[in-house]
Structures are given as structure tokens and as C-alpha cells.
């Protein structure tokens, strides 16, 4: 564990530069165990893997809260989740200014896997992917907020490109611009109790449905007052898929492509006060 750097308890890791390490399990680059700050390091050209598969965080896996920001994780890989960062949230962490580029996951989480509450903000997760699962760029297993984020460029080996959440999972003032993924949800797969809020899906490309955002599941799934346009589906739903107990609010549908519902597919989904144009 911890391949560059192991820190027990709340131990800091400032201002350092972490590069091609290994670890067989956990954090290729750093292991933070109880929480501790990462910041402004370069983490790159880590990796964590063996031939069992249990291998999480290529640069960095965190446990029990901690600060991560200011901090260049690229080129990173892990064999299983969280090619970029892997945080499991036995208490809330910050991840925060933080840049994730060109990391690979070989299941989900290509740039960061939150398991847990938590927050990411104010972050460029760009040209990551998740091999054979999903959430090419980050992946919300449970509760966690992407804030202010620019995710761009992350493509899925399934489904969620940019961003995907399992559950209670938010996106607020976000863009989502050219990720692709060849299932569902090019820009954003939401699920259970998941919302997103005040974002930009643009340009975004998956190969079945919800070229922009797909919104699944029965409880609960909202997007509101976001800007959905010139996203591609080849099934349906080019700009917005939504299912049973998820509602579009508020938001612009412009110029979007799919086999059926170019703008919008609603599968027993609720539209209201949306401007739906030019698809």
C-alpha cells in the first residue's frame, strides 16, 4: 500500500512530486489512512495492479476524510476503480482544485471514484477513461458533489462518460463537453436520487441512449435549469433519456441528434417548463 507514500493517521503530503511508483493494492502513488491534506503535488505515472484485480487508486487512495487540492494527478492507473484517485469516505473529504488528466481505470472511476459523501469542486477531470465500466471520468457510488467542475473529454468503457452516480449523487454548475461512451449517458447516467443543477452538457456522444444526460431509475432524478445542446444519441434521446420518477425542469434542449427524440426521449419521465428547439 502506498507505492510513493504511506500516511498513517493524518500525516500531510505538500508540495511534492510523485512519479512512477507502484503498489500492488491500494494508492500506486499515495496512501492517506485517516484523512491528512495532499497539496500541490504532482502525482503521475502511478500505477496499482496485480493479477488478483483488488487494486484502487493509481495516484492516490484515501481513507476517513482528508483535504486533496491544488494537486496534478495524470497519468495514473489502477487495474480495478479510481485510475486518477480513489476515495473511501468513512467521514466527508474535499477534493478541490485539483487537475485529473489522461488517468485509466480498468473498471470504474478512469479520474476519481468517490465511494462515499463527499465533495469534488472546482476541478478539470479531462481525457480520462474507465476501460470495462463505468464513469470515464468520475464515478459517485453513494451521496457524493461535483461542483464547478469542468469534465471533458472522458470516455466510458459502458456507461456515463463523464460523470456517473448510483445514487443521491449532484452535479451543480458544471460542464460536460465532448465525453462519449458506447451505452448510456455521454455527458452524465444518473441514477437513483441523483440531480443535476445549473450545468452545461455539450457536445457529448453515447452509443445507445442519452446523448447528453440520462436520467434512470424510479426514485427521484432530476436535472434543472441546465443547457443541453449538441449532444448525439444513435438510439434515442439525443440531448436528455429519462425514465419513471425523474423530472427535466427548467432546462434549454437545443440542437441534439438521436433516432427518436433528437431533444428529448421521456420514458413515463416528466418535462415541464423547458425550452425544447432546433433538435
Known amino acids: 500500500q502506498g507505492g510513493g507514500v504511506y500516511c498513517n493517521q493524518t500525516g500531510n503530503v505538500l508540495h511534492c512530486e510523485i512519479v512512477s ?3 500492488l493494492f491500494y494508492g500506486g502513488g499515495i496512501y492517506c489512512a485517516q484523512g491528512g491534506m495532499v497539496e500541490g503535488c ?30 496534478l494527478f495524470s497519468n495514473n492507473y489502477a487495474r480495478s476503480a479510481g485510475g486518477g484517485a480513489y476515495l473511501l469516505c468513512g467521514r466527508p473529504v474535499v477534493f478541490s482544485d ?25 476541478c478539470d477531470i479531462v481525457s480520462n477513461r474507465s476501460i470495462d465500466s463505468n464513469g470515464g471520468g468520475v464515478y459517485f457510488y453513494e451521496a457524493g458533489t461535483a ?3 469542468t469534465i471533458r473529454g472522458n470516455v466510458a468503457g459502458s456507461s456515463g462518460a463523464g460523470l456517473y452516480s448510483n445514487r443521491a449523487g449532484k452535479a451543480i454548475q458544471c460542464v460536460f463537453s ?28 453515447a452509443g445507445q441512449n442519452g446523448g447528453g444526460l440520462y436520467l434512470g431509475g424510479n426514485n427521484y432524478i ?26 427535466v425542469d ?4 437545443r440542437s441534439n441528434t438521436a433516432g427518436k ?7 413515463y419521465g416528466e418535462v415541464r417548463n423547458c425550452l425544447i428547439e432546433a433538435n
Not at 222 to 245: D, K, L, M
Open 21 to 23: 511508483n507502484r503498489s
Open 42 to 71: 504532482r502525482v503521475a505515472a502511478n500505477t496499482c495492479s496485480n493479477a488478483t484485480g483488488s487494486n484502487y487508486g493509481g495516484g492516490l487512495y484515501a481513507t476517513n476524510g482528508g483535504v486533496i487540492q491544488s494537486t
Open 98 to 122: 485539483c487537475v485529473l488528466a489522461d488517468n485509466v481505470a480498468g473498471a470504474s472511476g478512469g479520474g476519481v471514484y468517490l465511494s462515499n459523501t463527499g465533495l469534488v469542486s472546482g
Open 147 to 149: 461542483s464547478n467542475c
Open 178 to 205: 465532448g465525453n462519449e461512451t458506447p451505452f448510456n449517458g455521454g455527458g452524465a447516467y444518473l441514477y437513483d436520487y441523483s440531480s443535476a443543477v445549473d450545468c452545461d452538457f455539450t457536445g457529448n456522444r
Open 222 to 247: 432530476t436535472s434543472r435549469n441546465c443547457r443541453v445542446e449538441g449532444n448525439v444519441a444513435s438510439n434515442n434521446g439525443g440531448g436528455i433519456w429519462h425514465a419513471s420518477g425523474s423530472f
Open 250 to 253: 427548467a432546462c434549454v434542449v
Open 261 to 267: 427524440g433528437g431533444g428529448l426521449y421521456s420514458h
